[in-house]
Structures are given as C-alpha cells and as structure tokens.
C-alpha cells in the first residue's frame, strides 16, 4: 500500500504535493460541479474546494472577462473547470448553463448545485421607500432563479442516481440588517424554500442544504467592513472576533456536498463566527 501512494507521488508531484501539504481529502472525484456567481467571493471559494475535492467545477457570472479570469486562475491550482458567462436572473442564461454541463463532451452530467448569486446591496435604504422593481429584481436573482435553477437540475441528477443542491442564504436571513430590508426578507426566504424542497428531493436522492454566511470579507460586503467605525460594530455582534474569509465558506460547502453529509438535508448551517442567528 505504501508502495503504491509513494509510486503515485513519484508520477504526479503536484498531486503529491497537495495530498501532503493539505490532506483534502477527493471525495467529490468523479461528481460535476455547478456553482452560480463562480468569479469572485465566496462562489470562487466554493469552486476551489469542490475542486480541491476532485470535483470538475462549472463556474460562471455575467462577465466573460471575470469567468475567463477565474478559469486560469482554478486551472493554476490543478482543478478541473471550464466556465461560461450566466446571469441567473435570465431564463436563456440558465439553459445555456445547464445545457453546457448536460453536453456528454463537456461534463455529461450534474452531481452538485452551488446557488450562490444574489443581487448586490445597492438599495440600502428605508424598506418603506423600496419600490416594485427593487422587490422584482431582488426576490427574482436571489429566491425564484435559486428554485428555478434546481428544477432544471433535478432531471439530470436523478439520471446521475441523486445529487447535492447548497444554497447560498445569510445572516441577514435571520436578523434583517438595517438599511438592507428587500435583500434580507430574500435570505428568509431562501431558509424556507430550503425546506420546502428537502422532502420532494429526498425521493429523487437529492439532498438539499443551506448556508447562511456571517461578514465575509468580500467586495459585496465592503460597505460593511471598509469603515471601520461599522466593522466594530459588526465585530461586538461576533465570538470570534475576525471577519470571515470566503474559504470559511467554501470548506462548509464542499462538506454538505460531500458524503459525509449524507444524512443531513433541509437544513441551514450558520457559519458566522458566532453571530446570534434565530428567527
Ligand atoms: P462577491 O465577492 O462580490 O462576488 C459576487 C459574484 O457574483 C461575482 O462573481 C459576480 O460576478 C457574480 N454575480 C453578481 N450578480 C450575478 C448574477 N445576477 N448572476 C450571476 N452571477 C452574478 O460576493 P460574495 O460576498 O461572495 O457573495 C456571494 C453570496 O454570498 C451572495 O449570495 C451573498 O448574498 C452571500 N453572502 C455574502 C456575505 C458577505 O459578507 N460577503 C454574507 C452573507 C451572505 P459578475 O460581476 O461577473 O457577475
């Protein structure tokens, strides 16, 4: 046995290299991988350790430049990818998106749904002010393209014999932040639409599972963390008392999508450094 790992190091160092310094272990080899939002933050993140796991990663967002950016930059770490521009907001971007990843050439199949994307903060502001398109744009990025997304997967995954779908929810889902009332109402929502669909996908074998992150040091968050006088404020609310990283994020991620997590569905893991988190 000893033998074959070391004449394995031998004939592929970087793989070598990887397993030594790191110990991931590659549960995921074998499983295609769909994370939305892919180019940055914590969907880039998530792509990295699903990769880092074996899994052949499709990461997409709505700039090319971003997708073709993010591809060399996973290619530069040994992780199988290939990328394509989808704006989940729009019908045509999703079947393009899952259409690639069906292509028997390209991927031949889904095992994983990361529904990450949601519309940046922009209308901070009084709820009461929030207009009709804002509650459009928001609850349709965030909530209906995640459910939306999911149903297109699921045929794929029941040919596959099952799946994994993570949701990308919020601390904001279970205390709205001030200033940000249409985006939280949209992370509340993304807890029940979790729950909603975890008893119809267990029949097909499909688990799915939600995330709700704390501050993560990302350029989504930098409203909240480039002052510091609000960083503080942010900080008292923590135990632990750092921003997170969108590594935080990713290694959970990976987890729920992996084996390990094979009795868990429906449910939302907060990863927040200690935020309080009820509703
Ligand atoms: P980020 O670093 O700013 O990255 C955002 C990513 O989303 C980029 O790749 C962007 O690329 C893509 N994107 C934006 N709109 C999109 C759309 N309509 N369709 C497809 N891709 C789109 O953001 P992040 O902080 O990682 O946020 C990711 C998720 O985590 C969001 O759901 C957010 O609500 C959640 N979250 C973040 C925090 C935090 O503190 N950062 C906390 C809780 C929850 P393009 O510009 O090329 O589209």
Request: glycine content about 10%; overall charge positive; proline content about 3%.
């Amino acid at each position: 046995m000893l033998k074959a790992v070391t004449r394995c190091l031998w004939s592929n160092p970087v793989a070598g290299r990887r397993m030594m310094s790191h110990h991931v272990p590659q549960n995921l080899s074998g499983k295609v991988a769909i994370v939305t939002a892919s180019t940055d933050g914590i969907g880039l993140a998530a792509a990295e350790a699903l990769g880092r796991r074996g899994a052949h990663v499709v990461v997409s967002s709505r700039r090319q430049a971003n997708v073709d950016k993010a591809v060399s930059l996973l290619r530069s770490k040994d992780i199988k990818v290939i990328g394509t521009t989808c704006n989940v907001g729009k019908a045509e971007d999703r079947d393009k998106l899952i259409n690639m990843v069906r292509n028997i050439e390209q991927c031949g199949g889904v095992d994983i749904l990361v529904s990450n994307a949601a519309c940046e903060p922009v209308c901070f502001g009084n709820i009461l002010e929030s207009t009709e398109e804002v509650w459009d744009k928001i609850l349709g990025v965030n909530v209906k393209a995640s459910f939306l997304l999911t149903k297109l997967v699921v045929p794929h995954m029941e040919k596959r014999g099952g799946g994994s779908v993570v949701i990308v929810s919020s601390v904001a889902g279970y205390q709205p932040m001030q200033g940000l009332g249409p985006y939280s109402v949209s992370k509340t929502a993304l807890l029940g639409l979790t729950r909603a669909l975890a008893p119809d996908l267990a029949h097909s074998n499909i688990r799915i599972n939600c995330v709700a992150p704390g501050i993560i040091k990302t350029r989504f968050s930098a409203a909240l963390w480039e002052n510091e006088g609000v960083l503080e404020e942010f900080l008292k609310q923590t135990s632990i008392k750092r921003l997170g990283q969108p590594e935080d994020i990713g290694v959970v991620i990976a987890f729920l999508c992996s084996d390990e997590a094979s009795y868990i569905t429906g449910e939302t893991i907060t990863v927040t450094g200690g935020m309080n988190c009820r509703l």
